[in-house]
């Protein structure tokens, strides 16, 4: 008897220290600047080539492609060929919000050094998507308004309610049942440090939001403004008035 308690006992610490090897080696990936700024850029739920991630980070095309495989290997990272170009995107709405919440969590940015970079550091922080959700000053407001008007209960992370699933039907966006991503899911802003709605209903207003000509993107990067059809929109659905972050 004393054997086999001993054997369960050793079992269980080898699962904890294999357990710990995993979760340091994903820790590792992430702890370099050039692999975390890939993840970053990786954000706005598109796929890009590794010359596209070379040019951003600043590095050679050799030495991306050397990040962005690490990346691939330990499942942060999925790659699509076509033909005989390669892209990379992240593995999944689970990475992207492993790599918000870690940025939430992150010491504060050095103050840019330029204009420019403090322009779209701004830009970022007053609409953004986050995957295929809205994030930023936006993406919280709009968390707000939801949760203010009983369509979100926030008092357990964030839950659709009867009366948020009659609205999202109102507007043609009806969560789709089953599947095995969550309908709602909050989110840490790393900006706002607060909650913005992910999950499958977040990415559908999200998606919605761009079809219907509410947001548009500034520029190429992740940061999204507010347009004046979007302005309309969410006053009147939402009673959402701007206060001048987004």
Same mark, same amino acid.
């Given at each position: 008897?004393?054997?086999?308690?001993?054997?369960?006992?050793?079992?269980?610490?080898?699962?904890?220290?294999?357990?710990?090897?995993?979760?340091?080696?994903? &820790?590792?990936?992430?702890?370099?600047?050039?692999?975390?700024?890939?993840?970053?850029?990786?954000?706005?739920?598109?796929?890009? %080539?590794? %010359?596209?991630?070379?040019?951003?980070? /600043?590095?050679?095309?050799?030495?991306? $492609?050397?990040?962005?495989?690490?990346?691939?290997?330990?499942?942060?990272? *999925?790659?699509?060929?076509?033909?005989?170009?390669?892209?990379?995107?992240? &593995?999944?709405?689970?990475?992207? =919000?492993?790599?918000?919440?870690?940025?939430?969590?992150?010491?504060? !940015?050095? #103050?840019?050094?330029?204009? *420019? @970079?403090?322009?779209?550091?701004? !830009?970022? !922080? =007053?609409?953004?998507?986050?995957? +295929?959700?809205?994030?930023?000053?936006?993406?919280?407001?709009?968390?707000?308004?939801?949760?203010?008007?009983?369509?979100? +209960?926030? @008092?357990?992370?964030?839950?659709?309610? #009867?009366?948020?699933?009659?609205?999202?039907?109102?507007? /043609?966006?009806? #969560?789709?049942?089953?599947?095995?991503? #969550?309908?709602?899911?909050?989110?840490? +802003?790393?900006?706002?440090?607060?909650?913005?709605?992910?999950?499958?209903? /977040?990415?559908?207003?999200?998606?919605?939001?761009?079809? !219907?000509?509410?947001?548009?993107?500034?520029?190429?990067?992740?940061?999204?403004?507010? $347009?004046?059809? /979007?302005?309309?929109?969410?006053?009147?659905?939402?009673?959402?008035?701007?206060?001048?972050?987004?």
């Amino acid at each position: 008897m004393r054997g086999t308690a001993e054997t369960r006992q050793t079992g269980a610490q080898r699962a904890g220290r294999e357990a710990d090897r995993d979760l340091a080696a994903l &820790a590792a990936l992430l702890a370099n600047d050039t692999r975390a700024g890939f993840c970053l850029a990786l954000l706005d739920g598109r796929a890009w %080539t590794p %010359t596209e991630l070379a040019r951003l980070a /600043g590095v050679a095309p050799s030495t991306a $492609t050397e990040h962005l495989n690490a990346l691939v290997d330990g499942g942060l990272l *999925s790659e699509v060929r076509q033909g005989r170009h390669r892209y990379v995107r992240l &593995a999944g709405p689970e990475v992207a =919000a492993v790599v918000e919440s870690l940025a939430a969590l992150a010491p504060a !940015a050095a #103050p840019p050094r330029s204009l *420019s @970079a403090a322009g779209r550091r701004r !830009a970022l !922080a =007053a609409g953004r998507t986050c995957y +295929d959700h809205l994030a930023g000053a936006l993406g919280v407001a709009l968390t707000d308004a939801m949760t203010a008007r009983g369509l979100l +209960d926030g @008092a357990h992370d964030l839950r659709l309610t #009867p009366r948020g699933a009659a609205w999202l039907a109102e507007l /043609g966006l009806a #969560p789709r049942p089953g599947g095995r991503r #969550p309908p709602t899911r909050a989110c840490l +802003d790393w900006t706002e440090r607060r909650p913005h709605l992910a999950g499958a209903v /977040g990415a559908a207003l999200c998606r919605h939001a761009f079809e !219907a000509g509410w947001v548009a993107r500034r520029g190429t990067g992740r940061a999204v403004r507010l $347009t004046e059809a /979007g302005r309309a929109a969410l006053s009147a659905h939402l009673g959402l008035t701007s206060d001048g972050r987004f």
